[in-house]
């Protein structure tokens, strides 16, 4: 076997590993959480914590009966939930973890870059993915043969569509900005610190690190709210709207399957949030204190810090869950249309120019 | 032989996807053999060097266009029977006599050649990276024109739709 072979083989292996039982965390944190917003005491039973409920929940869901509904369409009822997991899956591969190493595989020395496949359109890649992702919520309401999870599948396409525009849109000063679409390079192009050709300024502004959310704070706001959006969670959790749509799109599924699209929604978050740092939080850029600690625990430091800044912005997301209330359809829609594309314009536009003059000077000089 | 499996796998998905577009008789499945079909195209784009190539088509077709067609398909209702009548008088005719055409066309590029490609498709050098850089710079440099003027193309038929579809006997829904 080629070494390349097996590098791949163990990455692709490795991020597997990671998602899973990161997914069983995620579930488990966001109910302790939730409950904690709301003066329950949450799962507390299986395990230290509760922490094991989540392992209880996967288990009944696998042995419990698969439901074809007698309408269904057979093949799309069966395909949805295999195009909502991979999809998932596969965008992780694009999130750097760390700077490179050097590995000796089998007697040979190698470099090996810290993330799932280095491709010089990653952003666009994360684009692509995110819009396939909404076949598996369409495809899964309209093939279910009833009525319910049809209303969560088509709000659900209009949905995406609105917010991947946005989103699209508030990325591209970003990628101006880092002057790149490889996620290795936008997260290499956020080191360092700020600095200000004004003396004084630039002694206050000198030791804030340069990410993409301070220049970039406007489109960091349009991309994190397009984001909530583009994975369906509260407020702008329509598709599945329990009150209104029994489940959504997926009332008619159980068993496994409903376990598919549950564990897809969860990665989905996940990776938005991990996303969502290294475009705006320096993704895995931190202090690594090679000189206090060891070095094997210093060589993790980044991957840590990526983590650190993942779960903060995972904690913002259920605290939102925790505290907004569901927004009504038609305002969905004005949200997404009428304020966040066209600031994302505007911003785009300004943040173009400051960067022309700051390239080539201003027009008249 | 792995770069023949690259080839063959996704070109026969390719025509897997074609064919269901063809002959299911459900709109959905038709629309699903289509996003098959395109993205199939896009593995072989990777394949062919052309990332930025293949994740546009991913993010446009596969993702965009097809998702409004689906969004479309689901609106009006998939109840309906097709319309097998023919609407243009004698066009089964006409297709397929073009069709025909078509294929004699090629077997007769094939036949000619010796079943030599390289003749007719000569291979193209190409650069391993900055596909984008060099699209964006052919674009806006050469081809800017032409550019700005689909641009303009696609907003004038953007307003004249909605201009038909907007019926403004109706009063405004406030």
């Known amino acids: 076997m080629s070494i390349d072979l097996i590098i791949g083989v163990t990455k692709a292996a490795l991020i597997l590993g990671l998602l899973l039982t990161n997914t069983i965390l995620l579930i488990w944190l966001e109910r302790k959480l939730v409950a904690g917003m709301q003066s329950r005491v949450g799962p507390d039973r299986a395990g230290p914590f509760g922490i094991l409920q989540t392992v209880a929940d996967a288990v009944k869901l696998l042995l419990k009966e698969q439901?074809?509904?007698?309408?269904?369409?057979?093949?799309?009822?069966?395909?949805?939930?295999?195009?909502?997991?991979?999809?998932?899956?596969?965008?992780?591969?694009?999130?750097?973890?760390?700077?490179?190493?050097?590995?000796?595989?089998?007697?040979?020395?190698?470099n090996v870059d810290l993330v799932g496949a280095n491709i010089n359109v990653g952003v666009l890649f994360f684009l692509a993915l995110s819009s396939i992702a909404v076949y598996s919520v369409v495809l899964a309401g309209w093939s279910s043969g009833s009525k319910y999870p049809l209303l969560g599948g088509v709000r659900a396409s209009a949905q995406m569509i609105s917010y991947e525009a946005a989103m699209?849109?508030?990325?591209?000063?970003?990628?101006?900005?880092s002057g790149s679409m490889s996620m290795t390079d936008i997260v290499q192009s956020q080191s360092g610190f700020l600095s200000s050709p004004i003396p004084i300024l630039d002694s206050i502004v000198g030791f804030i690190p340069k990410w993409n959310i301070f220049p970039q704070f406007v489109?960091?706001?349009?991309?994190?709210?397009?984001?909530?959006?583009?994975?369906?969670?509260?407020?702008?959790?329509?598709?599945?709207?329990?009150?209104?749509?029994?489940?959504?799109?997926?009332?008619?599924?159980?068993?496994?399957?409903?376990?598919?699209?549950?564990?897809?929604?969860?990665?989905?978050?996940?990776?938005?949030?991990?996303?969502?740092?290294?475009?705006?939080?320096?993704?895995?850029?931190?202090?690594?204190?090679?000189?206090?600690l060891p070095p094997f625990i210093s060589a993790f430091m980044p991957a840590v810090w990526l983590g650190v800044k993942t779960f903060s912005l995972?904690?913002?997301?259920?605290?939102?869950?925790?505290?907004?209330?569901?927004?009504?359809?038609?305002?969905?829609?004005?949200?997404?249309?009428?304020?966040?594309?066209?600031?994302?314009?505007?911003?785009?536009?300004?943040?173009?120019?400051?960067l022309g003059v700051r390239e080539f000077g201003l027009p008249w000089s | 032989m792995l770069e023949l499996l690259l080839f063959a796998v996704p070109a026969g998905l390719v025509i897997l996807g074609a064919l269901i577009v063809i002959f299911a008789k459900n709109p959905v499945h038709n629309s699903m053999g289509l996003v098959l079909t395109l993205a199939s195209l896009a593995i072989i784009y990777i394949t062919l060097n052309a990332t930025f190539v293949a994740m546009v088509q991913m993010l446009v077709y596969a993702g965009a266009v097809m998702t409004l067609f689906l969004f479309v398909i689901m609106m009006i209702?998939?109840?309906?029977?097709?319309?097998?009548?023919?609407?243009?008088?004698?066009?089964?005719?006409?297709?397929?006599?073009?069709?025909?055409?078509?294929?004699?066309?090629?077997?007769f590029i094939v036949v000619n050649s010796g079943f030599k490609w390289d003749l007719y498709f000569p291979a193209v050098e190409y650069s391993l990276e900055g596909t984008p850089d060099l699209i964006a710079a052919s674009l806006f440099t050469e081809w800017v024109l032409p550019f700005e003027i689909i641009s303009l193309l696609l907003i004038v038929a953007t307003a004249a739709a909605i201009a038909l579809a907007y019926d403004t006997k109706v009063r405004k829904p406030k």
Request: charged share 15%.
């Open chain 2, 77 to 107: 209702g998939v109840d309906k029977p097709e319309q097998t009548r023919e609407e243009i008088k004698g066009q089964t005719l006409l297709v397929s006599g073009t069709l025909f055409i078509l294929i004699g066309l090629v077997s």
């Open chain 1, 314 to 354: 995972l904690f913002i997301y259920v605290w939102i869950r925790a505290t907004l209330p569901r927004l009504r359809y038609d305002q969905l829609m004005e949200l997404g249309w009428k304020r966040l594309i066209p600031i994302s314009l505007v911003w785009l536009l300004l943040s173009s120019i400051v």
């Open chain 1, 168 to 177: 699209g849109l508030a990325l591209v000063p970003v990628i101006l900005y």
């Open chain 1, 67 to 110: 439901i074809l509904p007698l309408k269904a369409d057979r093949a799309m009822y069966l395909l949805a939930p295999i195009l909502a997991l991979v999809p998932s899956f596969l965008i992780f591969m694009i999130i750097p973890l760390g700077p490179s190493i050097d590995l000796v595989i089998q007697g040979e020395a190698v």
């Open chain 1, 219 to 292: 489109a960091f706001a349009i991309f994190f709210i397009a984001s909530v959006a583009e994975v369906n969670r509260a407020p702008f959790d329509l598709v599945e709207a329990e009150q209104e749509l029994v489940g959504g799109f997926h009332t008619e599924y159980s068993g496994f399957r409903f376990a598919m699209f549950f564990l897809a929604e969860y990665i989905n978050m996940f990776n938005m949030c991990a996303i969502t740092a290294t475009f705006f939080l320096g993704g895995w850029l931190g202090p690594t204190f090679s000189g206090f």
